[in-house]
């Protein structure tokens, strides 16, 4: 079956740039999504992509998506402590139906 | 790695009928277990949290008494909507925590589809 994969932890400098990476395997995936869940508090999509796209930028967030290497990461420029959290990578073929989800990475930022 | 199945993945009721969605941990015990409602367009909602042996904590907004979470066990928890109407049609997912001695893990449910005729 389908399946997404994330490293469990990461550790970055306040002020340094976080890359958070997420590998699946499906090939028919439409939808890639980037989820925050901060602790104590349900999920929060940050950003989602579609499969057709090679990279979108928000703000301090920037998605990259390599389709041929079934690759995506979410960058967080100038990472801030309140960015400390759980980052879900997930897809689906459908928006906002049957996800699968990734094991999140914890993501903890050092002063 | 860890498995959090739901049942039914997908169920067509009438309304005014209750519906029960399962969420269960495969290999693991999970004190906690969160449930999630998928609007379209838009992020998954917590609905609520659901701990063993208590009772759920509800997030704000949510009906309690329409919305009945039951956590029987470390490796079950059900989600009964009751009285089921046809804004109820959602897409429903359960996860559940597996705790660790470098913090909490987890994992998602596959989802179950409600449609309310």
């Known amino acids: 079956g389908e399946d997404v994969e994330q490293s469990l932890f990461l550790s970055v400098r306040e002020g340094d740039s976080s890359v958070i990476n997420c590998t699946y395997t499906?090939?028919?995936?439409?939808?890639l999504y980037w989820y925050k869940q901060e602790p104590g508090a349900g999920l929060q999509l940050l950003t989602y992509i579609f499969s057709n796209m090679d990279m979108k930028q928000d703000q301090r967030l920037t998605v990259l998506l390599n389709k041929k290497d079934k690759h995506l990461s979410l960058r967080i420029a100038d990472t801030q402590t309140g960015d400390s959290a759980i980052y879900f990578c997930?897809?689906?073929?459908?928006?906002?139906?049957?996800?699968?989800f990734g094991p999140g990475t914890r993501l903890s930022v050092l002063p | 790695g860890a498995v959090v199945s739901q049942h039914p993945s997908r169920v067509i009721c009438k309304s005014g009928t209750s519906v029960k969605i399962e969420c269960r941990s495969l290999d693991f015990q999970a004190t906690t277990m969160f449930w999630y409602r998928q609007f379209p367009k838009k992020s998954l909602m917590l609905m609520a949290t659901s701990n063993e042996g208590s009772k759920a904590t509800y997030e704000q907004g949510v009906e309690k008494d329409k919305f009945l979470i039951n956590h029987a066990s470390l490796t079950l928890s059900t989600l009964t909507v009751t009285s089921a109407h046809p804004e109820d049609s959602s897409f429903y997912i359960c996860s559940a925590t597996r705790e660790g001695f470098r913090g909490d893990t987890q994992y998602f449910g596959p989802g179950t589809r409600l449609t309310v005729l």
């Open positions: 997930a897809e689906s073929k459908n928006y906002g139906q049957n996800f699968v």
């Open positions: 499906d090939s028919s995936s439409t939808y």
